[in-house]
């Protein structure tokens, strides 16, 4: 594409209301069509070739879960104070 995101968006918002409500609607039409699976994989393969790279290093499960329920735990002990 040749104009970036901020002409872009300059351009829909001087669109008429009625204008920018159909453009809206295309837009959402068209992600809805996007297969969510085939984001998930090319992810996947973005941090395993970040991995192999040495861009990224592997977190441990257990330590993660342990650190995701001490967040919790806290943030249920200032809700009750």
Do not use: C
Request: charged share 40%.
């Amino acid at each position: 594409m040749d104009r970036d995101r901020q002409t872009i968006r300059e351009e829909a918002f001087e669109l008429d209301p009625s204008e920018q409500a159909q453009l809206a609607e295309e837009i959402v039409e068209n992600l809805a069509k996007i297969d969510p699976m085939k984001h998930w994989i090319d992810e996947a393969k973005g941090r395993l070739d970040a991995y192999r790279r040495g861009e990224m290093k592997t977190v441990d499960p257990a330590e993660t879960f342990a650190k995701t329920r001490k967040m919790i735990e806290d943030a249920r002990g200032h809700a009750h104070k």
